[in-house]
Nanobody, 119 residues
Framework: VQLQASGGGLVQPGGSLRLSCAAS????????MGWYRQAPGWQRELVATITSGGNTNYAGSVKGRFTVSRDNARNTVYLQMSGLKPEDTATYYC??????????????WGQGTQVTVSS
């Protein structure tokens, strides 16, 4: 699976951005898609995920501010971010998980897109 992320940029605190992640194959065949982020000096952390059935999961720090969604027709997953804070500044990575018949997950990563929240 190849993933192409886009939509990052510079935004003021309180502002909004929408990230997009386009997959190279039918995302209905992908068990879980989502977003992770990594700030300088920090480990990569989960931001939000969405399953093929539409179930979502969010990190506590973004719950209520970020929304993950998927458009199966476009093979694209989105991350709508609002109420952005300086601590949201990071490189955001799109992720896809395909789970094989033995229950082993395989992870695929897109290139990062930079989000900077600053006045």
């Amino acid at each position: 699976v190849q993933l192409q992320a886009s939509g990052g940029g510079l935004v003021q605190p309180g502002g909004s951005l929408r990230l997009s992640c386009a997959a190279s194959e039918n995302i209905r065949s992908i068990n879980v898609m989502g977003w992770y982020r990594q700030a300088p000096g920090w480990q990569r952390e989960l931001v939000a995920t969405i399953t093929s059935g539409g179930n979502t999961n969010y990190a506590g720090s973004v719950k209520g501010r970020f929304t993950v969604s998927r458009d199966n027709a476009r093979n694209t997953v989105y991350l709508q971010m609002s109420g952005l804070k300086p601590e949201d500044t990071a490189t955001y990575y799109c992720n896809a998980q395909k789970i094989n018949s033995d229950g082993v997950p395989f992870h695929y990563w897109g290139q990062g897109t930079q989000v900077t929240v600053s006045s």
